[in-house]
């Protein structure tokens, strides 16, 4: 590494030349090192951490007087942050972690500082699943005695195992990370920095703080760099969190010219419209079907779940394809919407989303006046029992698609627009990775679009805390997007009840809204 890699006024490494010191200059050299900073960096308001302060002597010297530096600005404080120094002629890696705080999946990458490369990824079920799989069950956990320190410590030692991990595979040491940047939904990231979450849930549904000052990784608990600066991205709400401001800055929604739209489905669907004017946002209770949540056979996505469906016209086969192409143990969220695609097109289940008979045939059975239908048998399953999906699972979706896609037509006919308004169709999260769009399109879950009007985002969380780490530019952004949002209640709305109750039909009671959706 060059210094001429770091030479970069968007990034975070910055490289600074000093005038030695003399009889005739005998600032102090941490003084020295402010003036210098102050000038690059155009600002008055330079912090230096005491466990800098030790060392800065003799390496000034060792370097003769030219260093890397890594700097954090703070956009709430209006300040900036010197975190850490190195010599700029050694390959020393300065890197920053990105943390996309799920409720079910934790996702992180760590990222070189000065080059804005990636050094190593992964991810792992958030460990807080063995206290409640979904925040309300978290939420009621931390009213018992020690329940909210459990569920901060659960999540902060699993980080740190992992980051011990990333370091050996990296060949890096805790004091190499100097940089955090961690998006996640409002109760994640109160039960991130250990804060209580209870009045989220309660009305008038009141977050203890949506923006958080940068704090030392030492006070989260973290085991990094003693002087690293933390970056939780800011809430605008009890239901509208970090990750999706994560997510419109790096869809670039906020910097669009055309109204654009972006959806994220997790735990919920959230909803954002709008562009570099203006953003509408809202939530709703559309994810959890398809998450696993619900359906018998639900999973997330992992090895060997069953992503792909189709049947096949004329044998009515079906096929299913898995993740890691390994045996079948489940169905995630993009699995269920082509099932129920294809047995729509297949004629298999009817407008409401209810199983036919004489057209299911031997695949469908009755067991304790429940229909299911089999979708693997237990021969080929990876769990040695057949997968099957029973008319209440089929329900259950119909009625998180109705939900989507009644979100998406209420908040835009709330801002003057149609659904056919929109020329791109921004689509977040595991969801985002997985689907279909023709098939949800099937289902009415998704507005009939042209196909181009798509773009998925993969983990749009995860990649906007790694852009924070890569840009400057992006806290300004994050700042903007905070005050162009306007969020809109669909708990009150008249109007998304109405329409709901008309989308819980495939693909929905008024045809001509889907054109494209033709029954073989």
Known sequence: MTMET??????????????????????????????????????????????????????????????????VKDPYANQWYLVGISDPQKDLCLAGLAVDLGTSRVAFRLVDLCNGKSLYETSFDNPQLRVGPDILTRIHACDRPGGLHELNRLIIRELNQEIQSACRSCNLTKKNIYFMALAGNTCMTHLFMGLPPKWLIREPYIPVINTLNLERASVHGLDINPTARVFVFPNIGSYFGGDLIAGILHSGLNRETEPAILIDVGTNAEVVLGNDSWLMACAGAAGPALEGGMAQIGMMAGPGVVDRVSIEAGTNRITVDTIDNLPPMGICGSGMIDLAAQ??????????????????????????????????????????????ISQADMDSLIRSKAAMYTILETITDSVGLLLDDLKTFYVGGTFGTYIDPESAVTIGMLPDLPAGTYRTLGNSSLEGATQVLTSCESLRQIEQIKTKITYLELNVNQQFMNRFSAAKFLPHTDRSKFPSVTVR
Not at 30 to 59: A, G, N
Not at 364 to 386: C, H, I, W
């Open 6 to 71: 770091c030479v970069n006024e968007d990034s975070w490494v910055r490289t600074v030349n000093l005038p030695p010191p003399s009889l005739l200059d005998n600032t102090a050299d941490c003084d020295r090192l402010i003036t210098s900073l102050k000038r690059q960096l155009r600002t008055d308001r330079i912090v230096v951490d005491f466990h800098t302060l030790p060392e800065l002597p003799l390496r000034l010297r060792a370097w003769k007087y030219t260093l890397r530096c890594v700097v």
């Open 343 to 388: 047995l729509f097109r297949a004629g298999k289940i009817d407008l409401r989303g209810r199983f036919i008979p004489e057209a299911c045939g031997q695949e469908l059975q009755v067991k304790a006046d429940m229909p299911y239908f089999e979708v693997v048998s237990a021969k080929n399953s990876g769990t040695g029992r057949a997968l099957k």
